[in-house]
């Protein structure tokens, strides 16, 4: 049964067309987080969410936004996309109670920017 | 210099062999986590260990704290194991994750 649900796994786009990316739970976790993987490199954290509290990381472009509009869910949006955002985008869940967390993530949705 | 840094960075093996991927962290941690990762992209957590060892069919995982090092052996290795393994790990009074680069698994039959 998947935990993490994330829609498209493929999502082909144009150049300066806005796109979202969509995350779903059914672990009813607090935490959810949004990655960014490039090929061949590891995860990077563009943001997360603590129940409603977003956390945006210092380095994250403001193309990238997100909302969380109940606990299941959680979209990522590009505003306006480049070549360079062109990568793996994985959601993940924890859930929120300590420091020591199992994150569990989603299949991930693969970005393509024509 | 990565906080987190894996070894090797490629390793190919044939079916039945003991594989070693080792993971040393300079940052003071909570927790580590061993992930795996296959062709497509979904990542699966194979271990959370703070310390000492564990294990889990033919993986085991262990860490030394004092010398903030931590491996994850593969017994009786087999084409199925090949994927990517990741090392991340939950910086003191953190709960989010700093990867290793990964090391990429190739296990021929």
């Known amino acids: 049964d998947a935990m993490v649900i994330q829609n498209p796994r493929y999502q082909v786009t144009q150049f300066g067309k806005p796109v979202t990316l969509s995350c779903s739970q059914t672990?009813?976790?607090?935490?959810m987080y949004w990655y960014q993987q490039k090929s061949s490199q590891a995860p990077k954290l563009l943001f997360h969410?603590?129940?409603?509290?977003?956390?945006n990381e210092a380095d994250t472009p403001d193309n990238f936004q997100s909302r969380r509009p109940n606990t299941s869910f959680c979209f990522l949006d590009i505003r306006s996309p480049g070549l360079g955002d062109a990568a793996m985008y994985l959601c993940?869940?924890?859930?929120?109670?300590?420091?020591?967390?199992?994150?569990?993530f989603g299949p991930g949705t693969r970005l393509l920017v024509l | 210099k990565n906080e987190v840094e894996q070894s090797p960075q490629n390793l190919t093996a044939q079916e039945g062999e003991f594989i070693t991927i080792n993971c040393s962290y300079s940052v003071g941690i909570s927790a580590l986590h061993w992930l795996q990762q296959h062709p497509g992209g979904g990542i699966v957590s194979l271990f959370m260990l703070s310390s000492g060892k564990k294990k889990h069919g033919r993986l085991i995982a262990t860490i030394n704290i004092q010398e903030k090092h931590s491996s994850l052996h593969i017994t009786a290795s087999h084409p199925r194991d090949s994927a990517v393994y990741i090392c991340?790990?939950?910086?003191?009074?953190?709960?989010?994750?700093?990867f290793g680069e990964g090391t990429q698994l190739t296990v021929n039959p």
């Open positions: 672990l009813n976790h607090n935490v």
């Open positions: 991340a790990v939950n910086r003191n009074g953190g709960s989010r994750l700093t």
């Open positions: 993940a869940t924890s859930r929120g109670s300590g420091l020591q967390e199992t994150q569990y």
């Open positions: 969410y603590y129940d409603k509290d977003f956390n």
